[in-house]
């Protein structure tokens, strides 16, 4: 499958016009149309921005023969491997300073789930158990908690 056809059928797994694309790369509804009729390519920086909106990884665009359904188990950079890796793990988090979560500092939490740029974390709050999405990019750090037994 062309690099054409994948933006169309990703597009379309999103239920987004050419004309939503469009707006939402800041190009115009004929770009799209030609990217997804393989008249025209994106620029580089474009295609990581196109995989980004339709939730696809840029391998997926850009190589042959490269299964949709391994960009979210394999895809991203070495910090989305990383939090796939950590679900279900006990951490704590720290935030930069402007972004101060005053619920979660000094507290253990386990990550629950991860989807690319919010991490969904649980956490024990008095006697009762929360959970709390959050953006990835306020978090500073995240340190490794050994488990109690």
Do not use: H
């Not at 939402?24 to 009729?37: A, C, D, F, K, Y």
């Not at 980004?52 to 950079?77: P, Q, R």
């Amino acid at each position: 499958m062309g690099l054409g056809n994948k933006i169309a059928d990703a597009r379309k797994a999103k239920n987004m016009t050419q004309e939503q694309l469009a707006e939402l790369m800041s190009v115009t509804r004929q770009s799209i149309s030609r990217w997804e009729s393989d008249q025209s390519c994106p620029e580089m920086d474009k295609v990581v921005y196109l995989a980004e909106i339709l939730g696809v990884s840029c391998d997926y665009l850009l190589k042959d023969n490269y299964d949709k359904t391994e960009t979210k188990k394999e895809g991203g950079n070495v910090i989305t491997r990383l939090l796939y890796g950590l679900k279900g793990k006990s951490v704590r988090l720290s935030f930069y300073t402007n972004e101060v979560d005053y619920d979660l500092a000094n507290t253990d939490c386990t990550i629950v789930d991860f989807d690319g740029q919010w991490i969904n974390v649980e956490y024990t709050k008095g006697k009762k158990t929360e959970t709390k999405l959050l953006p990835v990019s306020s978090i500073l750090s995240i340190k490794f908690v050994k488990e109690r037994r």
